[in-house]
């Protein structure tokens, strides 16, 4: 059974950066498509950004295109998202997924880590 554990949130000022990590246990991630999802408080939860298997693709939300980098290394199971220019729009529970292909509702799910873009 995979497991997913996100960690790297945290307080950061507009314009800040942050490095999400996401850690998988149980199986290899190579296995699968990874998504970054993310739900702000009151709101649904949106997708951020998708990675192929073998991360040679990438797919972004509109709202982070250019801002936000999705990234795996294979060696240590484990994948980034590498966010610049933070605003704070971008506050919301970050969560890392997986699943065969970039879905909404991706089959594995971690439990999440908090974002807060504040000054």
């Known amino acids: 059974q995979l497991q997913l554990v996100e960690s790297g949130g945290g307080l950061v000022q507009p314009g800040g950066s942050l490095t999400l990590s996401c850690v998988a246990s149980g199986s290899t991630l190579d296995s699968y498509v990874i998504g970054w999802f993310r739900q702000a408080p009151g709101k649904e939860r949106e997708g951020v950004s998708c990675?192929?298997?073998?991360?040679?693709?990438?797919d972004y939300a509109d709202s982070v295109k250019g801002r936000f980098t999705i990234s795996r290394d294979i060696a240590l199971n484990t994948v980034y998202l590498q966010m610049d220019s933070l605003k704070p729009e971008d506050t919301a529970v970050y969560y890392c997924a997986a699943d065969i292909a970039c879905l909404p509702h991706m089959e594995y799910w971690g439990k999440g880590t908090l974002v807060t873009v504040s000054s």
């Open positions: 990675i192929s298997r073998g991360g040679g693709s990438a």
